[in-house]
């Protein structure tokens, strides 16, 4: 069932020690939710969810104004835990998230996106400030002919990327191929990872080689 109330109604219920401001009088919607099915918890350690067991009540309230149009339709969701009417998750409409933790400070975690060349790659898309990530590809050569040979590479692209450090970059051999890994610091919300798949060509001479 759900029910409206206003957002300074709710503000003054919550304490955020990093509060998200809204427009006074905003409508708000309660939604009010069970986690089921077999939830393992392992599976979202470094999620928003960490806290979740099976059957654990949880509440969706969201904050809505007509007069301001969001990808989503909504100005912002605040999730919390109906046991312990704090929450936990806010999800803003314009797609970007922050995760609350009571610890005795509120912990921002870092929205993560990648090129399209990595979205084949179980790679997380929420972690922590300044957490480094460490991105392994395999760099493969095959002989096309006697005379030329390709070469199949991951390469990042530090001006493409954006709130994030490349940390080092180590290549070793790997069962015949060549192991890459790229040690890559989040420093920024909402950073992009850069990495391109990239296929080459060379030509040799078997002459030359002798």
Known sequence: MKSKYTADEVLRKLEFTEPYTVTDRTPVTFGEKIVSGDFNTANYQHTPWADATKGREFIIVEYADPKQETEWGYLYQVYLWKDRILPFFVNRGDGMGLTLRYNGTSQACYRVNYSRDLYGFNYPTLVEPNQILSLMYVKKERVVNKQQVQVTSYVF??????????????????????????KIKVIADDAWIAVDKVKESHRFSCKAMD
Do not use: Q
């Not at 990327?161 to 060549?178: A, H, I, M, Q, Y």
């Open 157 to 182: 692209k530090p001006d493409e990327s954006r709130g994030v450090e490349l940390v080092s970059k180590t290549e070793e051999p790997c069962r015949g191929d060549n192991l890459i890994t790229y």
